[in-house]
Each structure stands twice: as structure tokens, then as C-alpha cells.
């Protein structure tokens, strides 16, 4: 039986641990010339929330990527949508790999050079992501 990879050219499963690893060193990943670095976007981690704990299936099927597909996803400061400042930048593209990951690139602005440096420093090293639930399951 074949198995189809699903990622960008030179992705591997097997790397994919060591790639998005939380270390106090710039994510090998980061291109500074390109202003990008590929990161976990969301792993669907449990959380506690006031009626339960959610947990997110994060699958092709689970899924839909059609917005970060296109682009239009910008990334945000905090979750902050007032204002130009809080866009630090844009998702430019996302496939899964045992997670949802994804390629962000950098705006050439003071906050995104600023949000760019400490990825590169390795101070930063997690994105949070929004989302919407359109559907519910009780597990």
C-alpha cells in the first residue's frame, strides 16, 4: 500500500519533531532573507474551557483551510484585530503534518520586524491561533 505525504516539497514525518521543537535557539526554519518560518499552527491540544475541555480534531476532514488557503489570514498580536499595528504579518500557507503547520511570513514594519526578531532570538517560540467551531461532537 502507498502513503501520500501531505506538506510542502522536503517535508518529512519523521523530521517534523525536531523541525517544530521549543529550543532557545532560532527554529530551523527561519529565513531571514524570505522574512518566514514555518510553525505549528495548532496541535488541537485540550483545553479547559468554562463548559468542558475542548479538544479540536485537527484533519483534512475536520478542517476547513479554505481562508488560510487564499491568504487572508493575517497574524495578529495577541489576537488583536483594532488596528494596523497588531498585524505583524501574514499565514501564507498551511498543510498538515501530524499537526496543523504552516508558513508565516513577516511584515516589514516595526512590530513585524520586532515579532521576527524574537523568533529569531528564539524568545518567541508559540503562535496561539483563532478559529471558529461550526460543528460540535461530545466525546
Known amino acids: ?5 501531505i506538506g510542502p516539497p522536503g517535508w518529512s514525518r519523521l523530521s517534523e519533531a525536531k523541525r517544530y521543537a ?10 531571514a532573507d524570505q522574512r518566514t518560518v514555518e510553525a505549528v499552527l495548532s496541535r ?10 475542548e479538544k479540536l480534531r485537527i484533519s483534512k476532514s475536520a478542517v476547513d483551510l479554505s481562508r488560510l488557503q487564499s491568504g487572508g489570514v493575517p497574524l495578529l498580536d495577541s ?3 483594532y488596528g494596523i499595528d497588531n498585524v505583524l504579518g501574514r499565514v501564507q500557507t498551511s ?9 508565516v511570513k513577516f ?9 521576527m526578531g524574537m523568533i529569531e ?9 483563532g478559529y471558529t467551531v461550526n460543528s460540535w461532537s461530545r466525546l
Open 1 to 5: 500500500m502507498k502513503t501520500t505525504m
Open 22 to 31: 521549543s529550543t532557545a535557539s532560532a527554529p530551523r526554519t527561519f529565513n
Open 95 to 103: 498543510w498538515f503534518g501530524g499537526a496543523l503547520v504552516g508558513r
Open 121 to 129: 532570538r528564539g524568545e518567541l517560540s508559540s503562535f496561539s491561533v
Open 107 to 115: 511584515n516589514e514594519t516595526e512590530q513585524g520586524q520586532r515579532a
Open 79 to 81: 489576537h488583536n484585530q
Open 44 to 53: 488541537g491540544s485540550p483545553v479547559v474551557r468554562s463548559y468542558g475541555t
